[in-house]
């Protein structure tokens, strides 16, 4: 009975995750659409810096994880080749989107001039 009753739960907190980032996604475009002023493009720039921003911190993170177990791959044991691929597969994608989010603030920025 427990388990059933965590799988409904995890199932219920994975749609409702999905949902909110596809709801973000949504609000993005809209505003993008409806984008015309200097003032809109600048807005839009800006928002994208700070999305930029917020990937290079994580990947940094994640590059610090990657270093740290490279100085101490003993201590992970078996799962120590997941951690370093999950962590190295993260790296990629948050360096990938800070890219994709600096390019398209300086998109805006010279849509705004």
Known sequence: ????ILIIT???????VS????AELGKM????AQATTKFDHIGLAEMYEKEANEMTAKAKVQKELLEEYQ?????YGREGQDFQSHH???LREYTK?????????ASHRKMAK
């Open 1 to 4: 009975m427990r388990t059933k």
């Open 10 to 16: 995890m199932i219920t907190s994975t749609l409702f």
């Open 19 to 22: 949902n909110v980032s596809i």
């Open 29 to 32: 475009d809209k505003a993008e």
């Open 71 to 75: 100085r101490h791959s003993e201590y």
């Open 88 to 90: 190295d597969a993260l």
């Open 97 to 105: 989107a800070a890219e994709r989010n600096a390019e398209m603030a």
